[in-house]
Nanobody, 121 residues
């Protein structure tokens, strides 16, 4: 079983910065895609930033130029550096990974438990 553990959320004033981390652990053969989604109250979950299966990055338009996704493959960890935060960035941020498990070679979608990011105006 593969688990994703997030950290780094919190409360910050508008214009501030936060850095989220997500570490995958367990029986991992490979990780195809890994990244971050968010869900604000009353809204659908949306993709924020992700590493694709070919190693490229995708960002939702609203965070381009402000957020940066990075990763440490040796640690199966992905980070999200969030700068110039706005109140509309307030949401629960979820880590996501598309994982091939070592024992079964089956592919699974895995989600973290979510971490709250609150940006005050």
């Amino acid at each position: 079983q593969v688990q994703l553990v997030e950290s780094g959320g919190g409360l910050v004033q508008a214009g501030g910065s936060l850095r989220l981390s997500c570490a995958a652990s367990g029986s991992i053969f490979s990780i195809r895609t890994m990244g971050w989604y968010r869900q604000a109250p009353g809204k659908q979950r949306e993709l924020v930033a992700v590493f694709t299966s070919i190693g490229s990055t995708n960002y939702v338009d609203s965070v381009k130029g402000r957020f940066t996704i990075s990763r440490d493959n040796a640690k199966n960890t992905v980070y999200l550096q969030m700068n110039s935060l706005k109140p509309e960035d307030t949401a629960v941020y979820y880590c996501y990974a598309d994982v091939v498990e070592f024992d079964t070679r089956f592919k699974y979608d895995r989600w973290g438990q979510g971490t709250q990011v609150t940006v005050s105006s």
